[in-house]
């Protein structure tokens, strides 16, 4: 039988181990979703919103058996695990509180008796999860793409198989219909198979540039809608007048939150140059100082990544960053100790050609680049194929956000990193996707927009 098994990255135990169906069992999955999608498209906003917000009660009724999963399977700590499912149960009830009207019909006023622009579900959506929010990544898609009337199929991560069936769980004991959300433990070999089938009639994808790639040319092959949200390598500008205090405990949160494994974590650090070794000695001793450790004990600040290779190849990239002339001046070095375990680390001296400018660095490594001036700390910033999320830091608001205008990403914040909020369109755009999540604009990215036209 062939069986995927969940490791935990903190020691190396076995956690749990989930059946894996074939592309044919998987087949059977889809056209049950689709009977399925048949009834549910016809039910009211009133009933999908109902159920949405029983999902919400059944995400925090159980909420802590849903964080310690989610922190055995990839390693995040338990407080943050907490969080997330926290953020889930927000997500459904801000689609259950506002999904029909973000989907009520527009009126247009034309020469016609009658017309306006409506939103009709599409059908059945499969949706391809990473394993850094095992949770929320799915929610984030699921929830605005129920309420819009479509039914989902999930391809998770192979090492968060636990969170996947407790997601479906979840669905079943919130009240949803059967087939309405599927969670499929498929091979990734099986993607492209599952995106061909006439049933599915969309996908959304999060996670790296690579996987992006390979998705959308199957969906645009196959003329099927894709969003894609994949990797990202921020830039945060740090002017002369920022708080530096403030400025660097958010640094700090930035690249070590999740374990330093968040598609939209502070990763580039773009430092003008009166403040450069400032900046450096006061981020330096506060990420020195963050505890390491089991990510189960409340007073862990970071734990490991969320598997070994993952582990190593950071590894492999911090140590080319330092050969093509970045400076190391803290961590670096794998811990001798069970589990996928990785320092905080910070690279100076960052320039454009080196790995950790160039690459995304998924785990507790900060890149710090020297910027002669406001202008060039733009350019710096702007130098790179990804576009997810960046910052400023100043103390001059109208100046942070006139060049946080100027910051070529999905999102630019000023004076705070960079999140996801239901209440605002996510994605990127360059290399880092596109498509957007959340919001009005991410709930009609799953929808027919229809013109009716009555004379």
């Not at 290399?431 to 929808?447: A, C, P, T």
Request: proline content about 3%.
């Amino acid at each position: 039988m062939d069986i995927t098994t969940s490791i935990n990255p903190a020691n190396g135990k076995e956690i749990g181990q989930y059946k894996r169906i074939s592309v044919q069992e998987a087949t059977t999955f889809i056209n049950q979703a689709h009977e399925c999608f048949l009834n549910w498209k016809q039910t009211t906003f009133q009933e999908r919103a109902f159920l949405l917000n029983q999902l919400a009660e059944v995400l925090e009724t159980d909420l802590e058996k849903y964080a310690q999963m989610a922190t055995q399977e990839m390693g995040k700590t338990i407080g943050q695990a907490r969080k997330e499912i926290e953020k889930c149960a927000l997500v459904c009830r801000y689609y259950a509180d506002n999904g029909a009207h973000l989907l009520q019909n527009e009126n247009v006023a034309t020469e016609a008796k009658k017309s306006y622009v409506t939103f009709q579900p599409m059908g059945v959506v499969l949706a391809i999860m990473p394993w850094n929010f095992p949770f929320y990544q799915v929610i984030r898609f699921a929830a605005p793409a129920l309420m819009a009337g479509n039914v989902a199929v999930l391809k998770h991560a192979s090492n968060v198989q636990g969170c996947a069936f407790l997601i479906q769980e979840a669905f079943e004991k919130a009240g949803f219909p059967k087939a309405t959300f599927t969670n499929l433990n498929v091979d990734s070999s099986a993607i492209e198979t599952l995106i061909e089938q006439d049933k599915i009639v969309a996908v959304t994808l999060t996670g790296s540039e690579k996987a992006g790639r390979s998705v959308a040319s199957v969906a645009g092959k196959n003329l099927k809608k894709a969003v894609l949200e994949l990797g990202g390598s921020d830039a945060y500008v740090i002017l002369g007048d920022a708080d530096l205090e403030k400025a660097t405990d958010l640094a700090v949160f930035g690249r070590l939150q999740n374990n330093g494994q968040t598609c939209i974590a502070a990763k580039r650090f773009v430092v003008v140059e009166p403040i450069y070794n400032d900046f450096i000695a006061m981020l330096t001793q506060k990420m020195a100082a963050a505890k390491m450790g089991n990510p189960l004990e409340e007073t862990t600040f970071y734990g490991p990544l969320a598997r070994i290779d993952l582990r190593d190849e950071l590894h492999d990239q911090v140590e080319k960053s330092v050969k093509e002339g970045a400076r190391l001046l803290l961590g670096g070095v794998i811990p001798q100790q069970d589990g996928a375990y990785y320092p905080a680390t910070i690279l100076a001296d960052v320039n454009p050609g080196m790995v950790a400018f160039d690459q995304e660095l998924f785990g507790p490594v900060a890149a710090i680049c020297k910027a002669e001036n406001e202008k060039h700390a733009i350019e710096l910033a702007n130098k790179s194929e990804f576009g997810l999320g960046s910052g400023v830091f100043t103390s001059d608001v109208a100046k942070g956000e006139q060049l946080a205008l100027q910051l070529e990403a999905g999102s630019s914040f000023v004076n705070k990193l960079v999140v996801s909020d239901p209440r605002l369109p996510f994605g990127g755009i360059k290399n880092s996707g596109f498509g957007r999540e959340l919001s009005g604009y991410g709930i009609k990215e799953f929808v027919n927009i229809k013109t009716i036209w009555v004379e």
